[in-house]
């Protein structure tokens, strides 16, 4: 994949690079302002639309299960068209969709338009951070990861609940929606002036029909039972349970039938192979349940307890925005400058985060925007720090062939965390506002001297503005319990911004364990790997990149170059010449490029690579004892290379006859790294049987090579266009024959007697 290609000569390709990012982060901004709309402008809808409760919360059941959707089909529309091509088409809806909704009044209209939104949102978020991972080298993910969380994870956090609030107070909620429609028009002329990278190839596979409806009822269920479960008081509501159960149900058979439809799914297994994907996995619904949590208690409070208007609580969050942005900024210098493993951040956000609730948890009725403001910014810093930091862990080990799912799925995962820690503070405050007034009202009763004294001085106080005497003791009464029922509030919002602190005291030693363990079994892997495949590869001197955490990896070259053996592996029908094949891999040429002092190099050293590995059983045992040592060793020989010769060589010989035709020093250097070392190797071990007195060889070159010509009958027939034979029972038997044959034609008298 090219970085940013020129559209005309002259064209300035870093002008070019930022249009596209610009442009990702305007169509991010349409999702964000759409996805918080509700969050402020509630009853301002409910009244215009005369609807129930219920009836309004299909707009947000509609909007976030329809999201969680289009993350798991976003891969997939991906291998049906480029994902600029996508992120384009998803905000061109986004915005259409927008525009319709800010001049209806109809409910059920809008419930259609916000699940439109909601999958139009999900599949733009997708591409528009695919985009950047193939447009854009490794060394460069980490301030591009910083500008576009500015508008996928900061904007919906901060700017946007600010934003509407000021035109809630000023206009009415139909402007939230009008506001969308010139962000996307803005964005998509962006995104078609840039020029967007080169897709992946990748094989059109059939739409997974029966996953996506398993997975759609899955997000519908547990989207309902999360948003609504509170509200029901939980299990104790019937629906609530038969939902719940139908959700785990349908999740278990999509699992199920993904694990079935292996590749043909929507569901990508590879993924979890990656140890640290699967680690920033489990952290994004950590991360998740505290960036929502914080985002719906914060202005919650403000509302409910202090009194805020809705501008001034949309502007409460407004100071952490830029805290974000601040932090994001140097968690990218520290990591893409500084040479920074991602992981050294992520410490530092989760003890802020700890902090701002923790110093959150002790606000009272007669706080104000002041008092909140160093831990709301504390808490800011924090996230900025976490979010980029799990962001570049999860998604730089997978490659271009995965990535658009493992972004899917991360985002899933961040989404699902967001909506389980909203419940559980919804449902945490709504229990201990009502156990709160239960014991403090326990403690006021009509015979305590206090409460006499303080009923009888608010009487007074009333009678004195012209209340009636008789109607002032009721009123102060009332009175009274309005204050124990605001107590009872604060208290309980204390109580749930501390569980956000103690949810990272319980989180955080579990996450290091989870963490320590899958490093255990990646170097344990990785041993594994270099004993069985690469014990005797060598590789050209890689150019020198200051990669965040070179240290801490595996050697990148081999990671690319097992990729390319796979790709070479699976043809699947698809061109033979290099390009493809790259593209197959996963690996942009600028992936090559970091690694390799050139393309030639990798081809070089897939041909050393496959050497090592088809001479492995004649290296281990070099110096055989016996004519039974020999055949074993050289039956092991004959099935590695017969598989080879009928897989990834035939790949590699056609690319080969493509490549080597441009370039003959090519030709020449792939030749002695490749088939020269196994004909040398060969050569070596029959010399040896043969001094031994195991073997009779006379010519040790010439006998290396008949053999070879044995072997190879399966890359022969393909060549022809024939199918080739794969090494299943009758290709083995062929294999052990051919050797039998050839150790009969050789042996020696004097081995035969012993």
């Given at each position: 994949m090219t970085a940013i290609a020129d559209a005309t000569p002259g064209y300035d390709r870093r002008a070019a690079g930022s249009i596209l990012v610009a442009g990702i982060v305007l169509a991010t901004l349409t999702e964000a302002i759409a996805s918080a709309v509700l969050s402020l402008g509630r009853n301002d809808i409910i009244g215009d639309t005369h609807a129930t409760p219920d009836e309004f919360a299909w707009l947000d059941i509609g909007y976030t299960a329809t999201k969680l959707v289009g993350f798991m089909a976003a891969s997939w529309l991906m291998t049906r068209t480029s994902p600029r091509r996508l992120i384009i088409g998803s905000t061109l809806v986004m915005g259409t969709a927008c525009g319709i909704a800010a001049i209806t009044y109809r409910l059920d209209l809008l419930v259609a338009l916000r699940i439109i939104q909601g999958f139009s949102g999900g599949t733009l978020l997708v591409a528009g951070q695919s985009i950047i991972f193939l447009a854009y080298p490794r060394s460069c993910q980490p301030i591009l990861q910083a500008l576009f969380a500015m508008g996928s994870?900061?904007?919906?956090?901060?700017?946007?609940?600010?934003?509407?609030?000021?035109?809630?107070?000023?206009?009415?909620w139909a402007w939230i929606f009008f506001g969308v429609v010139p962000v996307a028009l803005a964005a998509i002329g962006l995104l078609l002036i840039a020029d967007g990278p080169r897709p992946v190839a990748a094989a059109r596979l059939p739409f997974d029909w029966v996953g996506f409806l398993l997975i759609s009822v899955t997000f519908f269920c547990f989207t309902y039972v999360l948003n609504q479960g509170s509200r029901w008081r939980w299990f104790e509501e019937p629906r609530i349970a038969w939902l719940t159960v139908i959700g785990a149900a349908a999740l278990l058979a999509f699992l199920g039938q993904q694990a079935m439809a292996k590749s043909q799914g929507l569901f990508d297994f590879t993924l979890f192979r990656s140890s640290d994907f699967s680690f920033a996995f489990i952290v994004s619904f950590v991360a998740g349940a505290a960036l929502f949590g914080s985002a719906y208690l914060i202005p919650s409070f403000a509302v409910s307890v202090l009194a805020f208007t809705p501008t001034d609580a949309g502007q409460l969050l407004l100071p952490s925005g830029a805290f974000f942005v601040g932090a994001l900024l140097v968690a990218a210098f520290l990591m893409q400058v500084r040479g920074a493993p991602p992981i050294v951040t992520v410490p530092f956000g989760i003890l802020m985060i700890m902090a701002a609730m923790w110093m959150l948890s002790g606000s009272?009725?007669?706080?104000?925007?002041?008092?909140?403001?160093?831990?709301?910014?504390?808490?800011?810093?924090?996230?900025?720090?976490?979010?980029?930091?799990?962001?570049?862990?999860?998604?730089?080990?997978?490659?271009?062939?995965?990535?658009?799912?493992?972004?899917?799925?991360?985002?899933?995962g961040?989404?699902?965390?967001?909506?389980?820690?909203?419940?559980?503070?919804?449902?945490?405050?709504?229990?201990?506002?009502?156990?709160?007034?239960?014991?403090?009202?326990?403690?006021?009763?009509?015979?305590?001297?206090?409460?006499?004294?303080?009923l009888t001085a608010m009487s007074a106080m009333l009678a004195a503005r012209a209340m009636d005497s008789a109607a002032a003791g009721p009123t102060a009464m009332g009175l009274l319990g309005r204050?124990?029922?605001?107590?009872?509030?604060?208290?309980?919002?204390?109580?749930?911004?501390?569980?956000?602190?103690?949810?990272?005291?319980?989180?955080?030693?579990?996450?290091?364990?989870?963490?320590?363990?899958?490093?255990?079994?990646?170097?344990?892997?990785?041993?594994?790997?270099?004993?069985?495949?690469?014990?005797?590869?060598?590789?050209?001197?890689?150019?020198?990149?200051?990669?965040?955490?070179?240290?801490?990896?595996?050697?990148?070259?081999?990671?690319?170059?097992?990729?390319v053996s796979e790709a070479l592996a699976n043809p699947s029908g698809a061109p033979a010449d290099l390009d493809n094949i790259l593209d197959r891999s996963g690996y942009s040429t600028e992936d090559i490029l970091s690694a390799f002092e050139s393309v030639d190099d990798l081809i070089v050293a897939i041909a050393e690579h496959k050497a090592s590995l088809i001479s492995q059983p004649l290296v281990r045992r070099a110096h055989p004892g016996t004519v039974d040592d020999a055949r074993e060793t050289l039956i092991a020989f004959g099935r590695v290379a017969w598989k080879e010769y009928s897989t990834t060589l035939v790949g590699f010989v056609r690319m080969m006859m493509t490549e080597g035709a441009r370039n003959p020093a090519?030709?020449?250097?792939?030749?002695?790294?490749?088939?020269?070392?196994?004909?040398?190797?060969?050569?070596?071990?029959?010399?040896?049987?043969?001094?031994?007195?195991?073997?009779?060889?006379?010519?040790?070159?010439?006998?290396?090579?008949?053999?070879?010509?044995?072997?190879?009958?399966?890359?022969?027939?393909?060549?022809?266009?024939?199918?080739?034979?794969?090494?299943?029972?009758?290709?083995?038997?062929?294999v052990r024959a051919s050797i039998e044959s050839f150790i009969h034609g050789c042996g020696s008298t004097r081995s035969m007697k012993r």
């Open positions: 994870v900061v904007a919906p956090a901060t700017i946007a609940p600010a934003l509407q609030g000021w035109l809630i107070d000023s206009q009415s009272t009725s007669e706080s104000g925007a002041d008092d909140m403001m160093t831990a709301i910014q504390l808490r800011g810093f924090g996230l900025g720090f976490l979010f980029l930091s799990i962001t570049l862990i999860a998604f730089s080990d997978l490659n271009n062939r995965n990535r658009a799912s493992g972004i899917g799925l991360f985002n899933a961040r989404q699902l965390g967001g909506l389980m820690g909203v419940a559980g503070l919804q449902t945490m405050i709504d229990h201990n506002v009502t156990t709160n007034a239960t014991v403090l009202s326990a403690s006021v009763t009509a015979g305590l001297p206090a409460v006499s004294e303080r204050a124990l029922t605001g107590q009872s509030t604060v208290i309980a919002f204390d109580t749930a911004f501390a569980a956000i602190a103690l949810l990272f005291v319980i989180a955080a030693p579990a996450l290091v364990t989870i963490k320590i363990a899958f490093a255990l079994h990646a170097k344990k892997r990785a041993a594994q790997l270099a004993r069985t495949e690469e014990p005797y590869m060598t590789y050209p001197a890689s150019k020198p990149s200051r990669q965040a955490n070179a240290v801490s990896r595996p050697d990148p070259r081999a990671e690319i170059v097992l990729a090519l030709k020449k250097r792939v030749h002695e790294a490749g088939q020269a070392i196994v004909t040398l190797k060969l050569r070596e071990f029959l010399s040896a049987a043969n001094e031994r007195g195991i073997l009779s060889i006379s010519d040790a070159q010439l006998y290396a090579e008949q053999l070879l010509g044995l072997l190879r009958e399966p890359l022969y027939q393909a060549l022809m266009l024939t199918p080739a034979m794969s090494l299943e029972a009758p290709a083995a038997d062929r």
